[in-house]
């Protein structure tokens, strides 16, 4: 995700902020989310065992997609674009 002085947060890169044209536009991973939507995959690559989970979630008002290999919901931690259930592992 990517953050600007003037406050605005995107979930995609760009050269410039759409609000304010800045250039100088920093990039950040998102630690934690709150689940709006889950769904689950019903169509998986051949010789993969685990299902998957696209999850939508929002962090600081932004709506991003996730992955999960389990349904998550709540408050979840973030780590490499996956979502985790938190106080699991
Ligand atoms: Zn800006």
Same mark, same amino acid.
């Given at each position: ?9 995107g979930? +995609? $890169?760009?050269?410039?902020?759409? $609000?304010?044209? *800045? $250039?100088?536009?920093? %990039?950040f991973?998102? +630690? *934690?989310?709150v #689940?709006?939507e889950t769904?689950?995959?019903? /169509?998986t690559? +051949?010789?993969l =065992? %685990? ?5 939508l979630? %929002? #962090? @600081?008002? /932004? @709506?991003?997609i996730?992955t *999960?290999? =389990?349904?998550?919901?709540?408050e /979840?931690?973030?780590?490499?674009? @996956?979502?985790? @259930?938190?106080?699991?592992?």
């Amino acid at each position: 995700m990517i953050s600007c002085s003037c406050g605005f947060i995107g979930s +995609e $890169r760009r050269a410039l902020c759409p $609000r304010c044209g *800045s $250039r100088d536009l920093k %990039e950040f991973d998102p +630690e *934690s989310g709150v #689940v709006v939507e889950t769904w689950k995959l019903n /169509v998986t690559p +051949e010789g993969l =065992e %685990e299902s998957y989970y696209l999850v939508l979630a %929002e #962090v @600081k008002g /932004v @709506k991003i997609i996730l992955t *999960s290999t =389990e349904p998550v919901q709540g408050e /979840v931690i973030i780590q490499g674009g @996956k979502a985790l @259930k938190r106080g699991v592992g």
